[in-house]
């Protein structure tokens, strides 16, 4: 049997804070409007994908965590195409967000490290709809990302549904495209070129909460926030106002679950405040998961003003992390071996 070759790459998860809601195109994965995210560091989530050629191999085969899918999924066979084609020409170098789009829209955001923004393009063959660094990880390194993992339910209605439903019938998605968001690109460009916390912020709140107006707004509605995340914009809110400035930012995805923006010397005082209102299980697993977070004591006064009812349980445990590089090739984590069969079961 010919010796396979085999490249083993990871990828990092990116949130945004401009959100990609709607396509123009389904094939080809061209989206309405133009989004910007934070990658996230790999050191706290990562995805690992293992790659194995041999003229041997009898036919091309797709484990995804440890379980066999099928190959020949149109967004998989999209990509493939498109990889075998760039092989041919370049070798694989190139404009890999291009193909990454085509896998899923938010994904093309993940091919760079820092802040990302994802240019919706103008062409009908999306050519130009390319993902692009607006800053790399290293330019805000005060900047922290706390993920409040509420639940572990899967999501109710999909994004690539959910999407396609609100481009049918919300007509604020619509406006949101055309009138809203090609300012607030300029707007959160210019705030994290000058690392301007509560511009970031503001911008980030402001478009999670339209991006959620926009699924309400779908019909029938979609609801991804559940109490557990509307109190969390409560604390939020709350918080920012006790100090008089916006110290915290949250975002909300396709899901209940919230991500926190903040700035480093925040950090230790907003989770203690999360941990009040929020109590985990006493001997449940660690609630702090990622960088270390320091403790310290709430005044009175603080948890007076935020004032919320205690859920307890009411988020599973936090991600504390930053934002991160790109794809990384690396050497030692293959996931198939020289069979190009799966080495273990995730
Ligand atoms: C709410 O990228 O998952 O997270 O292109 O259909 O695969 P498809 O959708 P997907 O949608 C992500 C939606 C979002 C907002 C965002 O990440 O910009």
């Known amino acids: 049997m010919e010796k396979p070759n085999v490249v083993t790459c990871t990828a990092p998860v990116n949130i945004a804070v401009i959100k990609y809601w709607g396509k123009r195109n389904e094939e080809l994965i061209l989206p309405i409007n133009s989004s910007l995210s934070v990658t996230l560091h790999q050191d706290q989530l990562k995805t690992t994908t293992t790659v194995a050629t041999s003229r041997s191999f009898q036919e091309d085969r797709i484990w995804l965590?440890?379980?066999?899918?099928?190959?020949?999924?149109?967004?998989?066979?999209?990509?493939?195409?498109?990889?075998?084609?760039?092989a041919r020409v370049f070798g694989v170098e190139g404009e890999l967000s291009g193909i990454a789009r085509q896998g899923s829209g938010s994904a093309c955001r993940s091919m760079y490290g820092g802040f990302v923004q994802w240019i919706m393009g103008q062409k009908d063959d999306g050519k130009d709809s390319l993902a692009q660094q607006v800053e790399p990880e290293t330019h805000w390194p005060e900047l922290r990302i706390l993920v409040l993992v509420v639940s572990a339910e899967r999501k109710p209605v999909g994004s690539t549904s959910g999407m396609q439903t609100s481009v049918q019938t919300s007509c604020l998605l619509k406006h949101r495209a055309e009138s809203v968001v090609p300012g607030r690109m300029r707007e959160m460009i210019e705030a994290v070129r000058r690392k301007d916390f509560a511009a970031f912020a503001e911008l980030t709140m402001k478009d999670s909460n339209?991006?959620?107006?926009?699924?309400?707004?779908?019909?029938?509605?979609?609801?991804?926030?559940?109490?557990?995340?509307?109190?969390?914009?409560?604390?939020?809110?709350?918080?920012?106002?006790?100090?008089?400035?916006?110290?915290?930012?949250?975002?909300?995805?396709?899901?209940?679950?919230?991500?926190?923006?903040?700035?480093?010397?925040?950090?230790?005082?907003?989770?203690?405040?999360?941990?009040?209102?929020?109590?985990?299980?006493?001997?449940?697993?660690?609630?702090?998961?990622?960088?270390?977070?320091?403790?310290?004591a709430l005044s009175e006064e603080l948890k007076q003003t935020i004032g919320l009812e205690s859920t307890p349980k009411g988020i599973s445990y936090i991600i504390s992390t930053k934002a991160g590089p790109g794809p990384c090739v690396v050497e030692d984590q293959h996931l198939l071996g020289s069979d190009g069969l799966p080495k273990k079961t995730v």
């Not at 020949?72 to 498109?82: F, G, K, V, Y």
């Not at 557990?228 to 918080?239: D, G």
């Not at 209940?256 to 001997?283: D, G, S, Y």
Request: include cysteine; proline fraction near 7%.
């Open 65 to 86: 965590n440890g379980k066999e899918e099928d190959i020949t999924h149109p967004r998989l066979q999209s990509c493939l195409r498109e990889i075998y084609t760039l």
């Open 210 to 296: 339209q991006f959620h107006a926009t699924c309400l707004d779908t019909y029938p509605p979609i609801f991804y926030l559940n109490r557990v995340s509307q109190q969390v914009i409560s604390l939020v809110h709350r918080y920012n106002k006790h100090y008089g400035e916006t110290r915290v930012a949250y975002t909300f995805d396709a899901g209940p679950n919230a991500v926190i923006f903040t700035l480093q010397q925040h950090v230790p005082e907003f989770v203690q405040v999360v941990r009040h209102f929020f109590p985990p299980e006493t001997n449940g697993g660690q609630f702090i998961r990622g960088l270390p977070v320091s403790s310290v």
